[in-house]
């Protein structure tokens, strides 16, 4: 039997900087998918990288006196350190500098020209020297530079575009039939309202060695380099064998989902899909674009330094309570507000007293009553007279898997767990053990720990994709025939 296929993408960061909470917001939540899926014996494929071209990196080197090469080397395993310390499930890690990568552009580039996608023409703008970037008319201030107030010379370039602009309607007519293409819908609504009304010109997809040479060179012309969304965009196929390995790139392509924040919807719900298209590969099926993660009101980046530190983070409160609060805290798709405040509400609540608490309580309360003999393997049986709908009906019928995570509704989804864990706190007040046990009532004892050892093994199950090492930490314990009480699992801060 053929197993389903599962290929998850993340962006691919710049490496002028380094990572930060958003970032690892977008790898995170990527993750959680690609745990579920695995779970659910996918053959997973999940790709995140380093996107290390262009100028805004050449000049970061420049001012370290490193090459961009030595730069890159120097920033790109730092990404790939902060996913090991998140506990990220990558199984690749792609960078632009990549001989795989550099072959994959090039060769794109000549799918593209075989195809007459590509033509040559000239391109002209107003450049600030010093800057070395190019302003349109309109966004020139008294004439000058509006970065730096520098005079600016109009220059004209020869350069290579991509016809995009023939490929409108035929995206937007794609799009109508393709509702789900862009998730959530607001995003969607924003890519076809951006294409209803506006006229695509083609795409600059090179730049003159001249100006810029920290670039993957044009195959067909070695005098210039290629423009960094275009080369970027390819990471998604080089990193699947788009040319040494047919087998992998057959069995993944397409992806399944490209994850990102909605700063870059327009280069892959618009720009990608036609490059696929023109190439006459297959589109992704989803481009999801979560919100942004915000430090009161304003967007975290590290142009503004306003950013919250993903290490520290860990350092402090543990990488379950990071991933728990990121994926907990936002409905995806929505923006997000950081506060230190609200990360340790959530700590002391629900992590501390909700499922800290019933995990400790209940393993000692094994240890007290039942001689530290896990009770497993019974029947349960639902106490008459208990008043508790969500706890009973898991006794009833069983835990229900969720399907909000595939509909990408982790804060739903984690409500749910917390509903079922709260109710199970509740219980071991209502039934009262510490009486049972007085009068003698031991079969009662061991139905009532049994029905809280199966929640546990349950809550265990659900938050695996989401808190990996959470949940291993309490399968240890409840799965074996004698408790084995550990360590809290998350001591109260103050
Ligand atoms: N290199 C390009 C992507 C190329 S993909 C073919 C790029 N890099 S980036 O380093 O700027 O990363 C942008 C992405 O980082 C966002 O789309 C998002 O995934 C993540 N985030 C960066 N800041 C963020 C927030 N403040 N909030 C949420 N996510 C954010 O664009």
Not at 6 to 33: Q, S
Not at 50 to 66: F, P
Not at 98 to 108: L, S
Not at 134 to 140: A, V
Request: charged letters at 25%; hydrophobic letters at 40%; proline letters at 5%.
């Amino acid at each position: 039997m053929m197993k389903n296929k599962f290929y998850i993408t993340t962006p691919i960061y710049y490496v002028n900087a380094n990572p930060h909470i958003g970032h690892a917001y977008t790898t995170i939540a990527a993750d959680c998918l690609a745990r579920f899926y695995r779970e659910q014996g996918h053959d997973v494929y999940f790709l995140t990288g380093t996107d290390e071209h262009g100028q805004k990196i050449q000049k970061a080197a420049e001012q370290l006196n490193l090459s961009p090469k030595e730069f890159t080397d120097c920033i790109s395993p730092k990404f790939k350190e902060l996913w090991q310390t998140l506990n990220v499930s990558n199984d690749d890690f792609i960078r632009t500098t990549d001989a795989r990568h550099i072959a994959a552009v090039q060769k794109f580039w000549e799918i593209l020209k075989a195809k007459d996608e590509i033509y040559e023409g000239e391109y002209g703008g107003w450049y600030c020297v010093p800057d070395e970037m190019f302003w349109m008319e309109s966004q020139l201030v008294d004439g000058k530079c509006p970065d730096c107030g520098r005079a600016v010379d109009f220059i004209k370039e020869k350069n290579y575009f991509f016809k995009l602009s023939k490929h409108q309607d035929w995206l937007l007519q794609y799009l109508k039939e393709n509702p789900d293409f862009v998730f959530p819908q607001t995003r969607y609504n924003e890519v076809v309202g951006f294409l209803e009304n506006n006229k695509l010109t083609d795409l600059c997809v090179s730049r003159p060695k001249s100006r810029l040479n920290w670039g993957i060179e044009v195959p067909f012309d070695r005098e210039h380099v290629t423009y960094v969304w275009f080369d970027a965009l390819i990471n998604y196929i080089s990193a699947i064998g788009f040319v040494d390995d047919k087998a992998k790139f057959d069995t993944f392509w397409p992806a399944d989902i490209h994850m990102m924040a909605k700063d870059i919807i327009r280069q892959h719900a618009i720009y990608w899909p036609i490059m696929l298209k023109a190439a006459g590969l297959a589109l992704p099926k989803q481009i999801v674009a979560h919100g942004w993660w915000k430090m009161g009101e304003i967007k975290m980046s590290k142009s503004l330094g306003n950013v919250v530190d993903p290490i520290e983070m860990v350092e402090k409160y543990g990488v379950d309570a990071f991933r728990y609060f990121l994926m907990r805290d936002v409905p995806f798709g929505g923006d997000g507000n950081f506060s230190t405040d609200s990360f340790e509400k959530r700590f002391n609540g629900d992590l501390a007293n909700d499922l800290g608490n019933l995990v400790h309580r209940t393993a000692n309360m094994i240890s007290k009553y039942v001689d530290g003999k896990i009770p497993q393997g019974t029947a349960l049986i639902w106490p008459e007279g208990i008043d508790s709908p969500i706890l009973e009906k898991f006794v009833v019928q069983g835990g229900q898997a969720s399907d909000l995570i595939s509909k990408l509704a982790f804060n739903l989804y984690l409500a749910e767990v917390w509903d079922l864990i709260g109710a199970a706190n509740k219980f071991v007040e209502q039934i009262k053990p510490w009486n049972l046990k007085k009068e003698g009532k031991q079969d009662e004892v061991i139905n009532f720990l049994g029905i809280v050892v199966a929640v546990l093994k349950f809550s265990a199950q659900a938050i695996a994709p989401i808190m990996p090492s959470t949940a291993e930490k309490i399968k240890e314990q409840f799965s074996g025939d004698v408790i084995k009480i550990g360590e809290p699992l998350f001591p109260r801060v103050e």
